[in-house]
């Protein structure tokens, strides 16, 4: 089983529509970061959320957390052609099993098309 | 804003050759991070590097790999014998808090 996948991998939406792309994860975390990846290019931190929040807002975007379910969900609001990327959650796991490290545990990512 | 770079953006060598991925972090950032993702599949975590040493590492982070922050800025990943399936995009990062940023990455292509 795998830490992190999306859903769905790949979406396709109208210009000015909403977003909306779940992860789901397996084992108990200290905080959720969502990312985006332009084609072949470098990963871009969109949002931090931790695991004692529910929801986080950061301009068109919005991010909630469910940790009794392990899912987490980002939703971009008015989508923008601009917007056409891979999106990826990414875990950490919680203290306890990470020793502070803090590695990141990546998602196989959702890629959204924006169509204009 | 600061911003984590890397260099080259692509490398391309040959199989057995040795290779050095440079990065430097954000400045004031106290751990760093390689990742890679091999075209088409998800990233991965090779190492993690706290306090002038690895304070942990993949599978994949085998003999062949070393990391160095051989002075104040900088971070380098080394694959002492390329092999093909080394050939990935490389992405180093680095966090102060919670946040983790990335760079753009080396694209190394192993011939």
């Known amino acids: 089983s795998q830490q992190g996948e999306e859903d769905p991998q790949a979406l396709s939406i109208q210009e000015g529509e909403n977003a909306t792309m779940n992860c789901s994860y397996k084992t108990s975390i200290n905080n959720l970061q969502w990312y985006r990846q332009n084609s072949g290019r470098g990963l871009v931190h969109l949002i931090l959320?931790?695991?004692?929040?529910r929801e986080k807002h950061s301009g068109r975007l919005r991010v909630t957390l469910d940790t009794s379910k392990k899912s987490s969900s980002l939703l971009i609001t008015a989508s923008r052609a601009a917007d056409t990327a891979s999106y990826f959650c990414?875990?950490?796991?919680?203290?306890?099993?990470?020793?502070?490290?803090?590695?990141?545990?990546f998602g196989t990512g959702t890629r959204l098309t924006i169509i204009p | 804003e600061p911003e984590v770079t890397q260099t080259p953006s692509h490398q391309v060598t040959q199989m057995g050759q040795e290779v050095i991925l440079r990065c430097v972090p954000i400045s004031n950032h106290l751990y760093f991070y390689w990742y890679r993702q091999i075209l088409g599949q998800k990233v991965e975590f090779l190492v993690s590097f706290y306090n002038n040493e690895i304070s942990e590492k993949s599978e994949i982070f085998d003999d062949q790999f070393s990391v160095e922050r051989p002075d104040g800025s900088n971070f380098t990943l080394k694959i002492r014998s390329t092999k093909l399936e080394d050939s990935a995009m490389y992405f180093c990062a680095s966090r102060g808090l919670d946040e983790q940023f990335f760079g753009p990455g080396t694209r190394l292509t192993v011939l």
């Open positions: 990414a875990t950490v796991l919680s203290f306890i099993s990470n020793f502070g490290n803090e590695k990141l545990t």
């Open positions: 959320i931790r695991s004692n929040e």
